[in-house]
């Protein structure tokens, strides 16, 4: 199983991204799925979460603002980010607890990474 995160970059203060994470391989069902976010100097955080059936939480700091979503078709979970802030970059990873057959336990699974910077 792999987890492939895209759609960091460098955007303005104010700007928006949207991050993409498809999941792929042998896959029976996924159930949560949520972005992380881990600055330089600090631990890595729970930014939001969605679970199978579509129930959302988020971190304080981007209530408002974030927006996770998921296909669960293309197995893949989104994060719309929008009025990004300087203290928003980090490194954003996605995660998924994934069943790989029917009797499976359910096992997490990372992403790479994607970096987002939000400067002027």
């Known amino acids: 199983v792999q987890l492939q995160a895209s759609g960091g970059g460098l955007v303005q203060p104010g700007g928006s991204l949207r991050l993409s994470c498809a999941a792929s391989?042998?896959?029976?069902?996924?159930?949560?799925m949520g972005w992380y976010r881990q600055a330089p100097g600090k631990q890595r955080e729970l930014v939001a979460g969605?679970?199978?059936?579509?129930?959302?939480n988020y971190a304080d700091s981007v209530k408002g603002r974030f927006t996770i979503s998921r296909d669960n078709a293309k197995n893949t979970v989104y994060l719309q980010m929008n009025s990004l802030n300087p203290e928003d970059t980090a490194v954003y990873y996605c995660?998924?607890?994934?069943?790989?057959?029917?009797?499976?336990?359910?096992?997490?699974?990372w992403g790479q990474g994607t970096q987002v910077t939000v400067s002027s």
């Open positions: 969605i679970t199978s059936g579509g129930s959302t």
């Open positions: 391989g042998s896959i029976f069902s996924i159930n949560d």
């Open positions: 995660n998924a607890v994934i069943k790989r057959g029917p009797l499976a336990p359910p096992m997490t699974y």
